[in-house]
T-cell receptor, first 113, second 115 residues
């Protein structure tokens, strides 16, 4: 059973471009969480999704950020018109049920130049 | 809102010695979980240990154990017989039961194990 897979591991974007981060949860997991880690900081919750539904997006910036978890395929975190402040490590975690143990991917390090 | 505080930014320990990492939290909830995660240089977040707030007995996983003081809202991690592979950042985290199961993390502590 493969773990949570995130790709790419590293992503470089110029200011104003779009960044698309992908997360494939563990097999059988229908709950996905996205977290952002700024340098020297802990992880901050962004959004919680179940298949085809956004359950909690209280940690998502109101503009430029969106997330989806379609019926088929990976969960996508999309950042439009990236700015330098978006540079961070973005982690995805999946869980088989609400309140279950969260398994993390290795993260995507986004660098905006 | 829940907060998790790790006031020590870094610690160092000699190999084979014991080290304790501190964590305090603040919540008005009664049912929750507490966690310690390890993040080595590979950046992978690894669950070290988990404690259910309703359990009085402190959780133990091999060389890792916690001292959970619910009234004081304190949750420290003890690492016994430290190994070089324990060198990593350690994050304390909190999750409310029955809510959306999102984790609230502390800022982390960098632990270095010296040979």
């Amino acid at each position: 059973n493969a773990g949570v897979m995130q790709n790419p591991r590293h992503l470089v974007r110029r200011r104003g471009q779009e960044a698309r981060l992908r997360c494939s949860p563990m097999k059988g997991h229908s709950h996905v969480y996205w977290y952002r880690q700024l340098p020297e900081e802990g992880l901050k919750f962004m959004v919680y999704l179940q298949k085809e539904n956004i359950i909690d997006e209280s940690g998502m910036p109101k503009e430029r950020f969106s997330a989806e978890f379609p019926k088929e395929g990976p969960s996508i975190l999309r950042i439009q018109q990236v700015v330098r402040g978006d540079s961070a490590a973005y982690f995805c975690a999946s869980s088989p049920q609400r309140g279950g143990e969260a398994f993390f991917g290795q993260g995507t390090r986004l660098t905006v130049v | 809102a829940q907060t998790v505080t790790q006031s020590q930014p870094e610690m160092s320990v000699q190999e084979a010695e014991t080290v304790t990492l501190s964590c305090t939290y603040d919540t008005s909830e009664n049912n929750y979980y507490l966690f310690w995660y390890k993040q080595p240089p590979s950046r992978q977040m690894i669950l070290v240990i988990r404690q259910e707030a309703y359990k009085q007995q402190n959780a133990t996983e091999n060389r890792f154990s916690v001292n959970f003081q619910k009234a004081a809202k304190s949750f420290s991690l003890k690492i016994s017989d430290s190994q070089l592979g324990d060198t990593a950042m350690y994050f304390c985290a909190f999750m409310i039961l029955g809510a959306n199961s999102k984790l609230t993390f502390g800022k982390g502590i960098t632990l270095s194990v010296r040979p």
